[in-house]
Every structure is written in C-alpha cells, then in structure tokens.
C-alpha cells in the first residue's frame, strides 16, 4: 500500500505537504504500514526521519535490516514529551536541516498511556502540523493505536489528518477540521487546589523569579529543575509586562508527581503556532513560549478576550 498520492515513485509538486493518520490494531498492522512508507522514502532519495516512543524503535530497525543506517531515529517519549515542543524540536528540527528537496517522517505523538492533562495539547500539536508545514514538501505520517487509545483520540485525529489509512486502504478524512480542533482545546484550565501566589509587574520581575524557586523548591522540585522553572517563569512574566498588559500573576502548586507554574495576565495570544517555530522566525511574544517548551515536561494554555493562562508543569 502506498502512503503518496499517486502511488509509488509519483513525484509529487514541489510545495506538497502530506500528512496521513495511519491507524493500526497490532504489531503486523504497524509494521506494514511504518515500513513500507520509509523505504519507498529512502528509494527516493528522501531524508527519512522517525521519532516513536521507545518501544517501537526496536521493532522497526529490526523489520528494516541494513536501511535502519540511513533512518534518523528518535524517543518521541522523551523528544516529544511535551507535545509543545514537537513541532520546533522534533519536525521542524530534521526538516529545516534537509530543504534540497522532500523529507519523509513518522511522528507518533499519541500513545497509551499518555496523561488527561498531556492529550489536549497533542491534539493541539496534530492540528498545528497542518499551519506549520502549509506549502512545504514534507510527508509526516502519524500512527495511531486504535486497539487501545480512547475513541475520542481516533476521532480527533480524523480532524487533525487529511488522509486516513487502515486495514481497508487509503481515503480522504470527511471530518478533517484541524482549527476546529484547535478551538476544542483551547479550554479553562481546572482550577488548582493549595496554591500559593504572586503579582507582579515589571519592577517586581527579580522577585517573582525568587519566588517561584522557593516555592518550588519546597514543593519538592530538584536544583536542575528549579533552574529550568526559573527560567521559564522569567520567559512567561516578562513576556506578561511586556505583550500582556504590563502585569501578571504568578501560581504553584504541586500535582500529579509535577510541580506547575501558571502565569496570568491581561494578553490575548492570537498567533496559534505561539513557541513553535524556531527562535529566528518568532514574532514578538513567540520566543520566550519557545523557550519554555523545550524546558518544560508539559505546557498548557488558555487564552481569550479574558486573557491567558500559561501552565508549566515541572516533573519532580
């Protein structure tokens, strides 16, 4: 079965972006969808990378022999651990290094196993694969474990994907709505239980910092990640004085084995790919957002008339 509009060997325009849900039921299914779609790649002459969660790493340089040499490979459990960062760290990281031509990967970042409050955001990070490679010559191919995820997951990856494959062949997804899914999940967060909080404006940015580490550090926070909490909270205040009104509040708690920081302000984000291109295209309010995916084991955010709220969750 071929992956490509057209079947094998067709060339496809140059600017041609493919993005494919493949939906499997066991090991076989998996293997005779990934693989074929990688050597069909490397018999191309297409970059090929693919970034799985461990367990199927294995299973799949096995079924490729000698041609798993030519394959980038990476742990999307812990490459993609926050699904913030897949997009700038994970796709647009292999495809900005191959721009001669087309470049082929499998990302897989929905699994069993993944946390409540992990899955908005990946079905966030599926819709936004359709705005950040719009126009590119980029094949991603996303699989999904039918068996076991909710049914909720297959239904939003119909929303997230144009094209769907399974056991039946190829088709064109009938409920392919990747901005509605985007607005789904731009959702309140829950509200915390036990949290401590600050308010701060710009003078008060050194100690909203201090702030937070102590807290942190209290709540059980290691020094390595109250570096990067640190960080981030200097990221997400500054930005809150600086594109969010000039002013904010800043929350911690502990749940869930994670410490979390939520920054408030005044601001509305209306650029959804927000922390997800690379630092030299990000507008104004973009970086520090960046920033903080590539520190944090998970972000979350709300944003509206309102305001926004941006939650950072820190494992212990």
């Known amino acids: 079965m ?47 990378a693919v970034a799985v969660p461990h367990p199927r790493l294995a299973p799949l340089r096995a079924a490729l022999g000698p041609a798993a040499a030519e394959v980038t490979w990476l742990d999307m459990s812990e490459a993609g651990r926050n699904p913030g960062r897949i997009i700038p760290g994970v796709l647009r990281g292999f495809a900005d290094t191959h721009t001669g031509g087309r470049v ?7 699994w069993p196993g993944r946390s409540a409050a992990e899955y908005p955001a990946c079905a966030q990070h599926e819709a936004l694969i359709n705005l950040a490679f719009e126009g590119r ?21 119909r929303a997230t994907h144009p094209v769907v ?13 990747p901005h509605r899914v985007i607005r789904a999940y731009n959702r309140p967060l829950p509200e915390p239980r036990g949290a401590v909080s600050m ?19 209290r709540l059980g926070l290691g020094p390595d990640a109250v570096g990067d909490l640190e960080l981030a909270v200097s990221e997400l205040a500054a930005n809150s004085c600086l594109h969010g009104g000039g002013s904010g509040t800043a929350r911690l708690w ?7 920081c939520e920054v408030r302000d005044a601001g509305t984000i209306t650029d959804p790919l927000a922390g997800r291109r690379p630092a030299d295209m990000s507008p104004n309010g973009g970086r520090g957002i960046l920033m903080v995916n590539h520190l944090a084991d998970l972000v979350r955010v709300h944003t509206g008339p309102d305001g926004t709220a941006i939650r950072v969750y820190m494992r212990k």
């Open 2 to 48: 071929s992956l490509m509009p057209g079947g094998p060997g067709t060339v496809l325009p140059r600017g041609t972006f493919v993005h494919p849900a493949l939906f499997y039921r066991d090991d076989e299914e998996y293997l005779a969808g990934t693989v074929p779609f990688i050597r069909e790649g490397r018999e191309s002459g297409e970059p090929v």
């Open 104 to 110: 082929r990967i499998i990302g897989e970042p929905v």
């Open 137 to 157: 010559g980029v094949s991603i191919l996303c699989p999904y474990d039918v068996a076991r995820l909710d049914p909720v997951a297959i239904a939003d990856a």
């Open 165 to 177: 494959i399974d056991r039946q062949g190829e088709r064109r997804s009938g409920d392919y709505a």
């Open 199 to 217: 308010s701060f404006d710009l003078d008060s940015l050194p100690l909203v910092r201090e702030f937070a580490c102590r807290w942190a550090a």
């Open 254 to 260: 502990s749940e869930d084995g994670h410490v979390l």
